[in-house]
Structures are given as C-alpha cells and as structure tokens.
C-alpha cells in the first residue's frame, strides 16, 4: 500500500512542538500536581479535533478524546502516557534534560522516546488525515495517562469505571519499544513487574562508629548478606519458587532466537562492559526476552561519615515471564528474606502496591498482521523481527481483563535510546517514519485482508 497523506519535510516544526511538550517536567513521581496538569492540558489542547479533555482520577489525571465517525468501521483505543521518569544525576547530562536538544540527527530530553516523542507521533497522524482527507479511516479513542512510570495506580479504577465509554476491538499503545534500530520489529510480549523494599532496623538510632563499633550489628552489613543471597554465583535466582509455573524454553524457539543477527561483544562493548553475566544456560537475547530477572535497584543508609546507621533499605524489582504469579513471586521472596535475616536486626519486606504480570499477543492476531504489513512499506526489503518488550507496561493486562481486548504495541521509540537513563534521545528520523508507519496501520486494519473485524462482524 502506498503511502497517501503529506507529511512535513522540514522537521523543524514538528521538533518546535515537541520541544514545548518536553519542556514540562512531569515526573509523576514527585513533580507537583500543577506541573502534571500543565502537560495534560498540552495533550488535551493537540487533542481538540477529538474533543480532547482532561479526567480526574485518584491521582494524576488522564487524558481522553474520541474521534467516532467511521460508521461500520473498527474501533481502536490509542493508549500512551505523558508522565516522566526523574532525571537522575543532571551532572551525567549533556544538556538540560527537559530542554529538546538537537545534537546531528537526534533529539535529547526526558520523555522524547519515553513516551512524550511516541505519542505526538499518532497526535501527528490523526491531524494529517483529518487535515487532507477530512476522516480517519477507522474508529479511534485516545487515553494517555499520568502514572505509568509509577506502576498506573489509579488506572484499573478508572478503566473500570468508564469501561463502556473506553470499549474499542483492539488497543494500540504508542509505549513499548523496537528492539534496535536496525530492523523493525513488533513485540509478542511484555514482562511482569513486582517491586519491594528490603527494611533492615538495627539500634533506635544511627551509632557513633567508634564508641559502638564492633558490639552491635550493622544493618547495611545485614543487608548486603541478604541481597548477596538473592543469587547464586552463576547468576541463577536463588529464591525458592522463583522460577514456578515458567513453561520451558522450547527448541523451537531457541532457534528462531539463535536466527536473529546478534553479536554479544558489540552489544556489551556499547555498554562500556568486556562481558555480560545473567542466568547460566541461557543466551544473552534469551535472558532478555524470555526469562524473569530479580534485581537491585538500590541501596540507602547511612552516608560518607563515621556512623552505624540504625536502617538500611534496599529496592528490589523483578520483571516476570508468562506462567509467573506476581503474588507468589513476592511471597517467594519475603520468605527468602525471612530465612536468611541475620542475627541481631529486624528484617522486613515491603512490597509495592503495583503488581503486573507479563502480557503476550499471538502471532497470528489480525493486529500482528496488519502491524507488520505496515511496517513493511515503511521500511522496504528489511525482516520485521518478533520480538519482545523487555519492560512492564502495566496497562496491557489492565486492558485484557476489563475491556477484553488485546494490546499491539507500535512504538517508535528504541531500546537504545538511554530511555529511563540520563540523555534519553530520540532519533529524528522516526517522527516521519512512525507517522507513516501508523497511517498504514489505520488503513490496514480499517479495510483490506488485514482488517480487524469489529466485535459482533466477521472479519471482511
């Protein structure tokens, strides 16, 4: 299918308009609710033609619109998010993290590739065809929310609540990621999350380190003893019932693993590193895609003076495979902890309230079809790849349970592009490329041999 509408040629305006959405830090962790409305209300305003509107929820708000004109068409719900992952060490930035930097042919800035650059992109498209063909060619419903990078607390309640309203044949979501850039790729899958804290208390009170030293036991010691434990040196999880409910890595999908073009010394030399280290028995793209991972975070107490501080905690996080229990895994792990608390403090583990399990699409859904049809035309005469997303997006189940719907992701985002990390970039060349990959994506998925059967119709 040829590509039919126009797009600019000239980037700059379109990196102009990204740049004021960019420039609004909003950290859904911390930034204050005034700093989330302000980039609610940006989306809201690119949303007009869709009657775009802000929605209370239990925390930040979240970000609707619909645009319904397509009688006996499908119907897809664009999902997104507009919050920020904090910033980190500024010192570790080249340039202000929420001011959109052109350095050669990317863009740097909090939130370009993770989600703020993804999302205008459809904003884009949905506006290019109303502007030259006065209709969208399918159906579509729009929810960006404000707490993704948070684990969505308030979402399942307010998907719940507006269920009808939300209704749709298929959610897309421009989050997630393709695994390089140097092919396309569409995801089957997305891995769980399930996040805690490690609390060790010693003393009432942080110690002078030489008047106690030596008669007392230190928490930060009882803590680097309990998340040493957490792995065996060959980089197994040591946790017992960790790996329960896992199915085995079958030899078929070994080999579909072991035929995509990877070279593990190039990937770990851009990383700074000699070598990697994971799960014995397992390649490096087999760790990534399709086992589970418990790590470290970080570790907090005490400081750079002579003290024994009285509480240590460190931050877990697992990201989970389909067959895992995201409760049982917690559970798993705090009787660990339980068992191996050394003597003289108290142990306990916190979990956090957000609980994910991993998500998959099958390969044959309509929408995988269509995904990679399309992807086709915007990139000639290169494999599309089926891959997986090594991240959490916590709405995907969200959405399969309530709205009984399955999730594409169509990200134009790349694994690579610092997302989470200081200098987080997008690469310019995707803003186009994404707007014309989405545009046939509509087209397939409205008509045509890749058409998604609205609920009630067989496919035509």
Not at 167 to 180: K, N, P, Q, T, Y
Not at 365 to 373: G, K, N, Q
Not at 379 to 398: F, H, I, S, W
């Amino acid at each position: 299918m040829v590509a039919m509408l126009s797009f600019d040629a000239d980037d700059a305006g379109y990196l102009r308009e990204l740049a004021d959405y960019v420039a609004v830090p909003s950290v859904s962790r911390d930034a204050a609710a005034g700093t989330m409305r302000a980039a609610a209300d940006w989306l809201a305003r690119q949303l007009a033609f869709a009657g775009g509107r802000v929605a209370e929820t239990g925390g930040h708000p979240v970000v609707r619109g619909e645009w319904l004109g397509a009688g006996g068409a499908p119907t897809v719900l664009v999902y997104g998010h507009y919050d920020v992952q904090p910033t980190g060490d500024l010192a570790e930035w080249t340039t202000p993290p929420f001011q959109l930097t052109v350095d050669g042919d990317i863009a740097r800035g909090r939130g370009a590739t993770d989600d703020k650059g993804p999302v205008y992109i459809v904003l884009k498209t949905a506006q290019a065809f109303l502007a030259q063909e006065g209709a969208l060619p399918l159906n579509v419903k729009f929810l960006f929310e404000g707490e993704e990078e948070i684990g969505s607390p308030h979402l399942p309640a307010f998907v719940r609540e507006h269920a009808d309203e939300l209704a749709a044949d298929l959610v897309i979501s421009a989050d997630g990621a393709m695994w390089r850039p140097s092919e396309p790729s569409v995801s089957l899958k997305s891995k769980g999350l399930v996040s805690m804290d490690i609390v060790v208390e010693g003393a009432d009170t942080d110690l002078h380190s030489g008047r106690y030293g030596g008669t007392v036991a230190n928490p930060l010691h009882a803590l680097s003893e309990v998340l040493a434990s957490l792995h065996r040196p060959d980089g197994t999880v040591a946790v017992a019932g960790f790996y329960d409910g896992i199915p085995e890595l079958t030899g078929e999908r070994r080999r579909e693993i072991a035929a995509i073009p990877f070279d593990d010394k190039e990937y770990f030399g851009a990383l700074g590193l000699a070598e990697g280290h994971g799960e014995a028995g397992f390649s490096t793209l087999e760790r990534l895609w399709e086992r589970p991972t418990l790590d470290v975070n970080g570790v907090a107490g005490g400081g750079k003076y002579t003290v024994i501080p009285h509480v240590a905690v460190g931050h877990v996080s697992c990201r989970l495979v389909p067959g895992q229990d995201p409760d049982r895994v917690v559970q798993a792990i705090a009787a660990h902890v339980a068992a191996h608390a050394p003597r003289g403090v108290r142990v306990e583990v916190r979990p956090d309230e957000a609980r994910v399990p991993a998500y998959t699409i099958p390969a044959g859904h309509p929408a995988i079809r269509a995904a990679t049809a399309a992807l086709e035309t915007v990139y000639p005469g290169e494999q599309v790849l089926a891959a997986c997303v090594a991240g959490t997006l916590p709405a995907t189940a969200l959405f399969e349970q309530v709205l009984g719907v399955k999730t594409l992701f169509f990200s134009f985002s790349t694994a690579d592009e610092k997302l989470h990390a200081p200098n987080e970039y997008l690469r310019i060349r995707r803003l186009r490329e994404g707007m014309r990959a989405w545009e046939q994506l509509w087209r397939l998925l409205a008509a045509g041999p890749h058409r998604l059967a609205p609920r009630g119709q067989e496919a035509g």
